[in-house]
C-alpha cells in the first residue's frame, strides 16, 4: 500500500549566535526518514530536547525543513524547505488548546476563516459543513457562536480537533495534544480520536510522552534521540524488545 | 441533531460585553464616563448652546461675581470678567477648543500610531531596530518638552499647537502598539491562524486586532489625558491658542491679574481642567483594570 506521507531526510539546524561574527549551528533534526500509511498512527517519543515538536512544526507547515522532503500521496509537498501547496492537507493540533485558540473570534468564525481562506465552498455550504464538523467531534451546532473562553479545556480541544478536521486533512499531527486533559477527558478524546480514524482514513502522528496513549493509539513507533532516529518500527515489537539504550531508558524496561 | 438549546444566552457573551459588565460595577469609572460623554457633547454643541457669545461685552455688568453671590446677577450664572464677558460662556466654548481639540489630536494620534506600530510590530532585523531606537531616543524627551519645541519651530497659535502635540505624543504611542502587536503575534493562536492559510494582512485584522483594540482605547485615554494637559499648559504658556481664544489655559492665563478681585475667572477654568482630565483618567484607569480582570478569569 503506498503510504500517505512519506518524510525523506529531513533536516533542520538552527543558528544561535556564539560571539560577535561567530555563528553556531545547533541540529535539531538529522536524517529523518518515515512512512505513514492510510489509517494508520506513528508515535514519536524521545526526551525533551530531542525535537520531537520541532518535527510536528516541520510537518505542519509552520516551519521550513533545511533539507529533505516530505511526500504527500506521493506528491512532493515540501522540497529542501520550499513548501508547495497551503497546508490543509497536513494539520496540527497544539499543546494547550487554551492558547491556540483566538479568545477574540467565535468558534464559527474561525472555523469560517479557515474555510474560506482554504476552499472555494459558498457561506450556506460553509455553514453546513462547520455544523457537521462540530457535530463529528461531539459538540453542538450551537456552539458556532461561542467565544473559546466559554469552554472547558476537553471541550476546548474538541474545537482544536474540529478546526484541524474541516479541511479533510489527510494527516492530523498531535504535538502533546492529549497530555493537558485530565484522564478522564483523555480517554474520551482518543476514543473519539480512533473512532474518526475507523470512520474516515485518517492518519495521526502522535508526539507524546505518555507511553500507555502510545500503546494504545499507534501501529509504529518512531524513536528521537538529539534530532536522530534511534529506533523505527512496529510498536508491539518495540516495546517487546527495545534495542537501543535510548529506548530502553524511555520505556524503563 | 436534536434541536434544542442546552445553554442559556446568558452566559453566552462576547469579550467585549463582558468587559462592559465589569466596567459598569466600577461605579467611579462608570460616573467618569458619563462626565465624559457630557463633556464631550458640551464640546459639540457649545457654540448654539452656550447663552451669549464669547467676545459678548457688557459694559453694564463688569467683573460680576457667579450668580449664588450677594452681588451676582441671574443673568451670568458664573460672573463675568473685566471685560464684563460671560464666564460660562467663555468656558462652555473653552470646551470645544481644549477638550474637543485634545479628542482629535487624540484621535489623529491613534490612527497614525496603529499604523506605525503595526508597521513596527510586524518588521524584522535592522528596520525593527532602528525604527525602535528612534522612538526610544524620543521617548526620553517629555511631551510637554517636545510639545514647546516643536512649537518652537512652526511658531506659536492653536493649530500649531495641534499639531505639536500630535508629534509629542506619536513615539509613545507607537511605542506601545508595537509591544502590543509583538506580544500578541507571539501567540500560538497566531501560527495556528497561520497555519488555517491566513495572509499577513488577515492575521493582522482578524488576528491581532479583535484582541488589541480594547487597549488601543486605554491607551487612547491616557494619550487624551496628556494632550488636554499640553493644550491647556501651552495656551497657559501663551504659546498655544491666543487671546481671546476661549481655551481653557488661555483664560487662566488671560484672568491670572485678576486672582485676588474676581477668584471665580481663575478658579472655574481650573475646575474644569481637573474634571477634564480627572474623568479621562478615571475612564482609562478603569478600562485597564477591567482588562486586567478579565484575563485573570
Redesign the interface.
Known amino acids: 500500500m503506498q503510504p500517505v506521507l512519506k518524510v525523506q531526510a529531513l533536516s533542520k539546524s538552527f543558528q544561535s549566535r556564539a560571539g560577535i561574527f561567530k555563528r553556531k549551528h545547533i541540529a535539531v533534526l538529522r536524517d529523518i526518514s518515515f512512512a505513514v500509511g492510510p489509517g494508520e498512527t506513528l508515535a514519536v517519543i524521545g526526551e525533551t530536547g530531542s525535537g520531537k515538536s520541532t518535527l510536528a512544526k516541520l510537518l505542519a507547515g509552520a516551519d521550513a525543513a533545511d533539507c529533505g522532503q516530505i511526500l504527500l500521496d506521493g506528491k512532493t509537498i515540501e522540497d529542501n524547505g520550499v513548501r508547495k501547496n497551503q497546508c490543509r492537507h497536513i494539520r496540527m493540533i497544539f499543546q494547550d488548546p487554551t492558547r491556540s485558540l483566538n479568545p477574540g473570534l467565535t468558534i464559527g468564525d474561525m472555523l469560517d476563516d479557515c474555510l474560506k481562506y482554504n476552499t472555494d465552498l459558498t457561506s450556506s455550504q460553509r455553514d453546513k459543513k462547520i455544523k457537521l464538523t462540530l457535530s463529528r467531534v461531539g459538540l453542538l451546532g450551537e456552539h458556532y457562536q461561542y467565544y473559546p473562553h466559554m469552554f472547558s479545556g476537553g471541550q476546548l480541544q474538541r474545537v482544536a480537533l474540529a478546526r484541524a478536521l474541516i479541511l479533510d486533512p489527510k494527516v492530523v499531527v498531535l504535538d502533546e495534544a492529549l497530555s493537558s486533559l485530565d484522564p478522564s477527558v483523555r480517554a474520551q478524546t482518543v476514543n473519539l480520536l480512533l473512532k474518526l480514524q475507523k470512520d474516515s482514513g485518517l492518519s495521526f502522528i502522535l508526539i507524546t510522552h505518555h507511553l500507555s496513549l502510545v500503546k494504545h493509539m499507534s501501529d509504529q513507533l518512531l524513536v528521537l534521540s538529539r534530532g536522530k532516529i534511534v529506533e523505527y518500527g512496529n510498536t508491539a515489537a518495540i516495546f517487546a524488545k527495545p534495542q537501543s539504550k535510548v529506548t530502553q531508558r524511555l520505556l524503563n524496561v | ?1 436534536a434541536k434544542f ?3 442559556s444566552e446568558e ?5 467585549l460585553s463582558r468587559l462592559w459588565r465589569k466596567f459598569k460595577s466600577n461605579h467611579p469609572a462608570l460616573v467618569a464616563l458619563w462626565v465624559f460623554i457630557a463633556l464631550t457633547l458640551l464640546a459639540m454643541t457649545a457654540p448654539f448652546i452656550a447663552p451669549y457669545g464669547i467676545n459678548q461685552q457688557h459694559s453694564d455688568a463688569l467683573l460680576l461675581p457667579p450668580s449664588w453671590h450677594d452681588l451676582g446677577d441671574v443673568r451670568f450664572i458664573l460672573g463675568t470678567d473685566d471685560l464684563g464677558r460671560d464666564v460660562l460662556s467663555r468656558l462652555m466654548n473653552g470646551a470645544t477648543f481644549t477638550f474637543g481639540l485634545s479628542i482629535i489630536a487624540a484621535l489623529i494620534t491613534t490612527l497614525v500610531g496603529v499604523f506605525l506600530g503595526t508597521l513596527a510590530g510586524v518588521s524584522h532585523g535592522f528596520r525593527s531596530s532602528a525604527l525602535n531606537h528612534l522612538l526610544d531616543i524620543t521617548l526620553s524627551i517629555p511631551s510637554l518638552l517636545l510639545a514647546i519645541i516643536i512649537i518652537a519651530i512652526l511658531g506659536p497659535g492653536l493649530l500649531n499647537t495641534v499639531w505639536a502635540i500630535i508629534f509629542a505624543l506619536l513615539p509613545q504611542y507607537v511605542h506601545s502598539i508595537r509591544n502590543l502587536v509583538v506580544d500578541e503575534l507571539n ?3 497566531i ?9 499577513q494582512w ?1 492575521l493582522l485584522t ?2 491581532v486586532l ?2 488589541i483594540y480594547e487597549h488601543i482605547v486605554v491607551i487612547f485615554t491616557m494619550a487624551l489625558s496628556t494632550a488636554i494637559l499640553d493644550i491647556a499648559a501651552l495656551g497657559f504658556l501663551k504659546l498655544g491658542a491666543q487671546p481671546p481664544t476661549t481655551e481653557w489655559g488661555a483664560i487662566l492665563a488671560e484672568n491670572l491679574g485678576l486672582i485676588y478681585l474676581a477668584p471665580w475667572t481663575v478658579g472655574l477654568p481650573g475646575v474644569l481642567l481637573f474634571i477634564a482630565v480627572l474623568s479621562t483618567n478615571l475612564v482609562g484607569d478603569g478600562l485597564r483594570q477591567v482588562l486586567k480582570e478579565r484575563k485573570a478569569d
Open positions: 441533531m438549546s442546552l445553554f452566559s453566552n457573551r462576547s469579550p501567540k500560538d493562536y501560527s495556528a491562524f497561520r497555519l488555517d492559510g491566513a495572509s488577515q482578524r488576528g479583535p484582541n
